[in-house]
């Protein structure tokens, strides 16, 4: 099968030369030869032009295809740049929540720190009190029993 389709394909160019002999894209004729067909002919210096445009046409798509990848990047950074924003400003509000916990656990400790200044001293007052109130009564007591001891 093979075979086949190179014997084809050679008896296709062989074909196209010899019974087809007219000018191809890229062939060289000589000057003043006339074409059969309607055709673009160029000069060899408007050729090496439409070449070099052709070679700075060829770097400007690649180049562009290089910048569409770049915004794809750029697409994709901006993109991680709003996620993160989110994430940061989630963070902020956290921790400003965390700050007001915090503060109110301060208030509540100072206060139960100023009750336990104040419970001390009231304490204090009670027990300079009492014992007071335990001198003074046991005076009392000692003396109503000389009192009573005098009287027999």
């Known amino acids: 099968m093979i075979k086949f389709l190179n014997c ?3 008896s296709i ?3 196209s ?3 087809a002999p007219a000018a191809n894209a890229g062939e060289i004729v000589e000057a003043g030869t006339t074409l059969s067909e309607e055709s673009y002919v160029f000069t060899i210096e ?3 032009s439409l070449m070099r445009r ?3 046409l060829e770097a400007r798509e690649a180049e562009l295809a290089r ?3 770049l915004e794809e990047v750029r697409l994709r950074q901006i993109d991680l740049y709003k996620v ?3 994430f940061y400003l989630t963070q902020i509000d956290r921790y400003k929540r965390i700050d007001l916990t915090n503060q109110s656990l301060i208030n509540r400790y100072q206060r139960r720190d100023k009750l336990n200044s104040l ?3 009231g304490f204090f007052v009670l027990g300079v009190g009492i014992s007071f109130g335990a001198i003074s009564a046991a005076n009392a007591i000692v003396a109503n029993q000389n009192a009573a001891f005098a009287n027999f």
Do not use: D, G, Q
Request: glycine share 0%.
């Open 17 to 19: 030369l010899v019974v």
């Open 54 to 56: 052709l070679e700075e």
């Open 46 to 48: 408007e050729a090496t």
């Open 13 to 15: 160019i062989c074909f």
């Open 84 to 86: 993160n924003e989110e």
């Open 8 to 10: 084809l394909f050679f």
């Open 67 to 69: 910048y569409r990848e």
């Open 119 to 121: 419970e001390k001293a």
